[in-house]
């Protein structure tokens, strides 16, 4: 065991409980480990250049480094169908989106040409289809409900008592405060992405993420049951919004639209039937049955033609005007009451884009920068919020179809924003009889994917009950709290998983295991031996304030040896043994005073020049060790002189742990048994703390 800890490196542990492989070095440090010893590498000057400014350009314009070598002959004609294919999944949708955010149908349009379009220069991922989004959309509508609701546009009707909503108004207001929202999303990722702060979507694990989106598609359900039913509802918003709008609609069912429920449940059946027959035939279809769009022209053509509106009272979408609107600035008032609800939309709508944008790119070979897609996602909303589009991000359906119908390049966002821009400035104005209920029917078939992830309730009960626990706190909570607090409090909730996992790691005893440089957990490997005299502690997570003091009594019970109890018998018989020599002290002082006394009257008797001394007690009192051991104190040894302290995982330590750790060396040399540190994180990890007992040295007369 004349190894120098100091250099322990030990290696990446394949098992997530068991022990870390030690190997120790022969030779000298390799540059890498330079700074652990206090030299520092000179960072090169950057100096601006052409070439910098090239790779800058590059950087946030990516699409002058692909469009040059774009393949033409291979990716133009894939290109063109899937971007045709996208565009027209885009014009139902966008109608539909823009009625779940509460907003005018035409800015859904808006919303499907302008980000997808700007997109094309900044984005740098080839498959992803952003635009309009029901988790964004509804989490819009909340805020549009909240801050401009419909009692504030009440009028009367020809001086009477009867009041009517000024639907105009209304939607000039809402048109007003979500583009302001839209803009401030905007500057929020673009912020993000250039601060490189892009990491921040890893707060959002995968089971918080399917668990919000899974309980914001109840929202969405909850939200179009008004127009499936044809009755009119209360605006309602905050915490428990969601069940009193359910409440409401039950007390309304009676006053059903008969007309409407059904022209919404065969829109319905017709498109879900249709859906699972492209799934079903996807490989042997060119592309998948444009089936929402059928629905839409169909509908409309009989709205039309029947009156369905005057007849039946089956609400429509109503005016759609054609044409593009000049920019309109924000209103600066909103900032203050909005700022929460952009920041929540940013992180969601990014976490969203960039987990899909990162599966195709892991299936094609390329490199998604995830930085830059933050950047491309603020700047399509910040400059499309002048335009009153309002907040987008990617949509799973739409980017599967660009996919599977040969979409190669960002080229496919391109075509389908100009299919929707022929639709707004020609087509557009014909959808005004278009009935509502075809559109929530739209919406609430898309949900399906969603309603899917209540299928994680039985994988993550068998895999991990932490990430179900995270799953099912928000989903309840974003029930509960509406979209804006329920994120909020999930967020937090996951976190604090993460503190409770780190509080109480998992503790084990390494053993060697014979002719390999690894070792294991000695309880979970059989093969693994403890090295005689040694034990090696180790702990799966790094050691910091919350959990210093587990560290501590996980260490003395794994020992084996009850340490307090020890060094508390210690202390009683050190203190006994100092009784016993001040004891020994009083009578060798007594005795001092006596013998002159003595040794007179033993002169008188045996005659001059010879004295008798007892020297027996003093004889015996200097034989005593300077310091008493465990052995001489008659006290138990400890079956192993050293202990190795694993510090593979950690990553850093604060002043708690410093204490902690100060107290373990202390209480185990109170036991005559050595403490090493191996895999020593290095002074940046130490963060100034360089303790004396930190020091690996040698462990020396211990073969």
């Given at each position: ?12 542990d ?5 022990g870390?492989?030690?190997?120790l070095?022969?030779?000298a440090?390799?540059?890498?480990q ?8 000179v960072s090169p ?29 291979d ?9 045709f ?17 509460g907003l005018?149908?035409?800015t859904?349009?808006?919303?499907s ?6 997109y094309f220069?900044?984005g740098t991922?080839?498959h992803?289809s952003v635009?309009p989004?029901?988790v964004?959309?509804?989490?819009i ?11 504030d ?26 583009a302001t ?9 673009v ?6 702060f892009?990491?921040?979507?890893t ?12 309980a914001?598609?109840?929202?969405v ?5 008004k127009?499936?039913?044809?009755i ?12 009193t ?10 006053k ?5 429920l ?16 492209n799934?079903?035939?996807s490989?042997?279809?060119p592309?998948p ?13 009989i709205s ?16 759609i ?8 600035a ?7 009451q ?14 969203i884009?960039i ?8 299936k094609h ?13 603020g ?5 499309g919020?002048f ?6 991000s990617?949509?799973m359906?739409?980017?599967l179809?660009?996919e599977s ?11 389908a924003?100009?299919?929707?821009l ?7 104005e ?17 949900l ?8 994680d ?24 709290l ?8 999930s967020?937090?909730?996951?976190l604090?998983?993460v ?6 790691p ?17 309880v ?5 031996q403890e ?8 702990s ?13 009594e996980?260490l ?14 210690k ?9 016993r020599?001040?004891?020994?002290e009083k009578?060798k ?17 045996n ?9 027996g ?9 300077a310091?008493?051991?465990?052995r001489?104190?008659?006290l138990p ?13 950690v990553n ?7 204490k902690?750790?100060?107290n ?11 403490v ?5 994180p290095g ?10 007992w930190?020091k ?8």
């Open positions: 065991m004349r190894h120098l800890l100091g250099h322990v490196s030990l290696g990446a394949p098992h997530p409980r068991g870390q492989g030690l190997s070095p022969h030779s440090l390799p540059r890498t330079l700074p652990c010893m206090g030299w520092r590498p000057v950057h100096k601006c250049s052409a070439s910098t400014a090239k790779s800058l350009l590059f950087r946030f314009l990516p699409f002058l480094r692909w469009l040059p070598r774009y393949p033409i002959k990716w133009l004609l894939g290109d063109i169908i899937s971007g294919s996208v565009g027209i999944m885009h014009l139902p949708q966008g109608l539909a989106y823009a009625l779940l955010a005018p149908p035409v859904g349009l808006y919303s040409f302008y980000p997808v379009f700007l220069f900044f991922s080839r992803n635009g989004f029901a964004i959309s509804v989490m509508g909340s805020v549009t409900d909240s801050l401009v609701p419909s009692e546009f009440l009028e009367s009707v020809n001086s009477t008592n009867v009041t009517m909503v000024n639907e105009a108004r209304r939607d000039a207001a809402r048109v007003e405060l979500v929202l839209t803009i401030l999303v905007g500057v929020f990722q912020a993000l992405g250039l601060l490189q892009g990491f921040v979507v707060y959002l694990s995968d089971p918080l993420v399917r668990g919000y989106t899974t914001a598609s109840v929202h359900l909850i939200s179009q049951l127009y499936v039913f044809g009119s509802l209360g605006e309602h918003s905050g915490p428990l919004s969601l069940f709008t359910f409440i409401e609609i039950c007390q309304k069912l009676p059903t639209n008969v007309g409407t059904v022209t919404a449940i065969i829109a319905m059946v017709a498109i879900f039937i249709v859906k699972e027959l799934h079903k035939f490989a042997k279809l592309m049955i444009p089936i929402e769009l059928i629905t839409i022209i169909v509908s409309t053509g039309y033609g029947v009156n369905l509106n005057s007849k039946f009272g089956i609400s429509v979408v109503g005016h005007p054609s044409g593009l609107k000049p920019p309109m924000p209103n600066i008032k909103y900032f203050g909005v700022v929460g609800n952009a920041f929540a939309i940013a992180v969601v709508g990014y976490a884009c987990s899909l944008g990162k599966i195709f790119a892991l070979g390329y490199k998604v920068d995830s930085n830059q897609e933050l950047i491309a996602l700047l399509s909303n910040f400059l919020g335009f009153q589009c309002f907040a987008i990617c949509s359906s739409r980017s179809v660009q119908t040969g979409g190669n390049s960002q080229v496919a966002g391109v075509i924003s100009l299919v929707i022929v639709t707004i400035l020609k087509i557009g014909l959808f005004r009889d278009l009935p509502k209920a075809i559109l929530a029917a739209i919406i609430i078939v898309n399906k994917g969603m309603f899917k992830q209540f299928a309730f039985r994988t993550l009960w068998k895999s991990n009950r932490v990430d179900l626990m995270v799953w099912i706190v928000t989903f309840v909570a974003t029930l509960l509406n979209l804006d607090l329920g994120l909020g409090v967020v937090a909730f996951a604090l998983t503190v409770f996992q780190t509080q109480l998992h503790y084990s005893i390494l053993g060697h295991i014979s002719d390999t440089d690894i070792y294991r957990d000695v979970e490997y059989k093969q693994a090295v005689p005299g040694v034990k090696i502690f180790h799966s997570s790094t050691i910091y304030f919350a959990n210093a003091e587990l560290y501590s996980a003395k019970k794994k020992s084996g040896t009850n340490v307090d109890r020890l060094i508390e018998k202390k009683k018989a050190l203190k006994k043994l100092k009784k020599q001040k004891q020994a009578e002082a007594k005795r001092q005073k006596v013998l002159p006394r003595a040794a007179t009257i033993r002169n008188e008797c005659g001059p020049g010879i004295a008798v001394i007892d020297l007690q003093e004889a015996a009192e200097g034989s005593m060790p310091e008493p051991t465990l001489s104190l008659g040894v400890p079956d192993f002189h050293t202990v190795i302290l694993d510090f593979s995982p850093f330590v604060d002043t708690v742990s410093i902690i750790l100060k373990i060396f202390r209480d185990f040399r109170e036991i005559e048994v050595d090493f540190i191996a895999g020593c002074e940046e990890a130490l963060q100034g703390h360089q303790p004396s930190g690996a040295t040698p462990l020396e007369g211990h073969d």
